[in-house]
């Protein structure tokens, strides 16, 4: 997982442990969604499968295991596990845009900073606990802020702010690697439902049994069908989450460079020299003090 959806494990001490298993690991929580409907469509199944159509329906929903309803509920796992990564990621972000309205750096049009103004900033940083602690803003600033106060050069200060944010958004993007593979994995079931359906219909074609042969042939068409179904959400969601995840990084880097790089005094910040060249520098001004001598004339 990237680096902002890394809790700290003093947050997941102030849960239970099934609460913090679950916040860990989305796919626990998956899990026991996949469980919970099964059952659900289970038992639907045995009290009302015989109706024509509630019956076709829940066979169609996973309803009948012995008929594809172990590989409809892998799609149902697969589906709620992308769901709540994506929950998950799309709740860090909100968070994050919370965090560029904490007032860290000025907004005023007609506000300068001065150096003297660089301590209390990270100061306000500093503060920043719980859910704020590893805000992304605040690596941002406090990145600004090092290589600012090392150079005073403003093209290097944009510089580094520019390769921490690209730093960040790759972080996000291998992240999201598990989210591609679960929008792979869910039509790719399906589709292995299809193979073993076609595959059982095609075994048994030659007994003549067509209410056997078109079952199988159900089991074929129903899991490709809700894998489609349910990958069409999730993907839709998926996109969503990237769109948020391209405005997030735009604001953050307009806001850093916006409220902080844009507003820095220079000239009342001294660039840094080396110790030779200032004690050179005052030596001369010591030299260029000093009053002149007045020539003296020899006596003969």
């Not at 860990?24 to 469980?35: D, Q, Y």
């Not at 048994?204 to 349910?230: N, P, R």
């Amino acid at each position: 997982m990237s680096y902002i959806l890394v809790k700290s494990d003093r947050v997941y001490a102030e849960k239970g442990p099934m609460e913090s298993l679950m916040k860990k690991k989305p796919w626990v929580s998956a899990l026991l969604f996949a469980i919970a409907y099964q059952g659900l469509v289970v038992g639907l199944y045995q009290s009302l499968g015989n109706r024509p159509f509630i019956g076709r329906f829940l066979t169609l929903l996973g309803g009948d295991l012995s008929n594809g309803g172990i590989i409809q509920g892998a799609i149902v796992f697969s589906f709620f596990w992308a769901y709540l990564e994506i929950k998950s990621f799309r709740r860090e972000i909100k968070n994050e845009f919370k965090g560029l309205c904490l007032n860290i750096l000025p907004t005023s049009e007609k506000h300068v900073l001065l150096p003297m103004d660089l301590p209390q900033i990270e100061g306000k940083l500093a503060k920043l606990n719980g859910g704020q602690k590893d805000l992304l803003v605040k690596r941002l600033l406090l990145a600004a802020i090092s290589k600012f106060k090392s150079t005073t050069s403003m093209g290097e200060t944009i510089e580094i702010i520019s390769i921490q944010s690209e730093i960040i958004r790759d972080l996000h993007e291998s992240g999201q690697s598990n989210i591609r593979y679960l929008l792979w994995l869910i039509p790719s079931i399906g589709f292995m439902g299809t193979v073993i359906g076609i595959s059982q219909s095609l075994s048994i074609a030659h007994t003549g049994k067509m209410d056997a042969i078109t079952a199988t042939l159900g089991v074929a068409f129903d899991t490709t069908l809700v894998s489609l179904f349910l990958g069409a959400i999730v993907t839709g969601l998926f996109y969503r989450l990237q769109e948020e995840t391209d405005r997030l990084h735009a604001h953050l880097k307009e806001y850093v460079i916006s409220n902080f790089v844009n507003r820095l005094e220079l000239k009342k910040f001294p660039a840094p020299m080396d110790k030779k060249k200032a004690s050179t520098s005052e030596h001369r001004e010591k030299v260029a003090s000093r009053p002149e001598k007045a020539p003296t004339k020899k006596v003969s």
